[in-house]
Each structure stands twice: as structure tokens, then as C-alpha cells.
């Protein structure tokens, strides 16, 4: 199994909403990703978790706020979010050593309104 | 500083032909580079990953090969399909990355039936 899965597969939420993107993957990998991907670009970092710890946090705004509350399952959580952060928001997952192969999710198409 | 470089853009090739895709970089102290397909606005699965020490891969159609030395890995793709259309994207994970992934702007292969 090197599934990665992502709900909602679909999000739209208004400037003042609180909303939460879920990712899960049951491979028994210890670094998770969380990334922002807009149209015609390629994915951008926003965060790393290892070993359930978060070890890179790349200059994301505060709005957004990463949780990973055990080693299968990672979140986002959102708040009061700007139309500009509407994009596909992908998770992806692997073995923790820099060798290894990166595994990603079908993503959540997020439009803020 | 590592940059990623996919030519062409874009591909527009008749069913069946054999194809190749290019991906070069500047910084050869990579640990490997995985080749990603993306089908629109969906997420990434993962096609085929190289080690730095290896010289290529294969898997049914598709064959990456990696010259580490020159910068440059291509990804062929053998009796192409109409399902084959998508966007590949090449990235590279730097020695001094800490779980970065350096990513490619992506080629957008469409097969005519």
C-alpha cells in the first residue's frame, strides 16, 4: 500500500471560517509534507514533520497551522484565509532518511471566497 | 544554489510514438531524483525514483536515466497512449536539502489519438 489519502477532496470557505485539511498514510512513514500548489507551477514546501515533530516551517503565514497528532495522520488547520490562498494543497509522505522516496496524496482543491 | 530545468514545456505527440522527456539541474550533489506524473488538478504519483549512485530505472514503459555528472536525467517513454497525457514533473533532492525537494516547472505531454 503507498497510498496517501487527503479529505475533503474539495473545500470552499469564506474569509472568516475555521476549516481543517486531513491527510493519512499507513506506511509507516515517520516525515510528512504539507504543500501549496498553484495552477501551471510546481509544488511549493510549507511544512515537514518528523518523527511527529515539525522540523521545517518555510516562512508560512500564521493562518495556516499544521498538527500532526500521530505517525499516520497529518492536518491543516485554516483560519481566516485570503483568496490568494486558494490552490491544490497536497500531503505527502516518506521514510524519514533523505534517500528515500517521496509518496504523495490526490491533494484538496481549496477555494477561499 | 540548485535549479531545475524541464524541456520542452510542452509535447504534442501522434499514439505510439516513443518520447523522451528532459530534466537537467545545476548542483550535481543530489541524494536522487524522482520522476512525477500529474494528471490536472489532481496529485502526484510517483513514477520512478534514482538513486544518485544509479544510472537508470524502469518500469513497464517508462525508463529514467540519470548522468549525475552532467546534470541531466531523462525520462522515455515507450509506444505512447492517449492515457499517458499529463504533466511530468522532475525534482531533485539536494544533499544539503533537509527535505526539500528542488522541483522542475513540469512538461506537459499530450498524445494524440
Known amino acids: 500500500d503507498t497510498e496517501v489519502t487527503q479529505t475533503p477532496k474539495h473545500l470552499v470557505m469564506g474569509m472568516t471560517n475555521k476549516k481543517s485539511l486531513k491527510c493519512e498514510q499507513h506506511?509507516?512513514?515517520?516525515?510528512m509534507y504539507w504543500y501549496k500548489q498553484k495552477a501551471k507551477k510546481p509544488p511549493e514546501l510549507m511544512f515537514v514533520?518528523?518523527?511527529?515533530?515539525?522540523?521545517i516551517n518555510e516562512s508560512v503565514p500564521s493562518r495556516f497551522s499544521p498538527e500532526c497528532p500521530n505517525s499516520s495522520l497529518l492536518n491543516l488547520h485554516l483560519h481566516a484565509l485570503q483568496p490568494e490562498d486558494s490552490a491544490l494543497y497536497l500531503c505527502?509522505?516518506?521514510?524519514?532518511?533523505?534517500?528515500?522516496?517521496?509518496?504523495f496524496g490526490q491533494g484538496t482543491r481549496l477555494t477561499v471566497v | 544554489k540548485q535549479e531545475v530545468t524541464q524541456i520542452p514545456a510542452a509535447l504534442s505527440v501522434p499514439e505510439g510514438e516513443n518520447l523522451v522527456l528532459n530534466c537537467s539541474f545545476t548542483d550535481s550533489a543530489i541524494y536522487n531524483l524522482q520522476w512525477f506524473r500529474q494528471d490536472p488538478g489532481k496529485g502526484l504519483t510517483s513514477l520512478l525514483l534514482?538513486?544518485?549512485s544509479q544510472r537508470e530505472q524502469t518500469s513497464g514503459r517508462l525508463n529514467a536515466s540519470l548522468d549525475k555528472s552532467s546534470g541531466r536525467s531523462t525520462l522515455y517513454i515507450a509506444a505512447s497512449q492517449p492515457g499517458d497525457s499529463a504533466t511530468y514533473l522532475c525534482?531533485?533532492?539536494?544533499?544539503?536539502?533537509?527535505?526539500?525537494?528542488?522541483w522542475g516547472a513540469g512538461t506537459k505531454l499530450i498524445i494524440k489519438p
Open positions: 514533520y518528523s518523527y511527529e515533530k515539525l522540523s
Open positions: 534514482i538513486q544518485s
Open positions: 525534482a531533485v533532492r539536494p544533499v544539503d536539502s533537509n527535505y526539500q525537494l528542488i
Open positions: 505527502a509522505s516518506s521514510r524519514p532518511q533523505l534517500i528515500t522516496e517521496a509518496f
Open positions: 506506511m509507516g512513514h515517520r516525515a
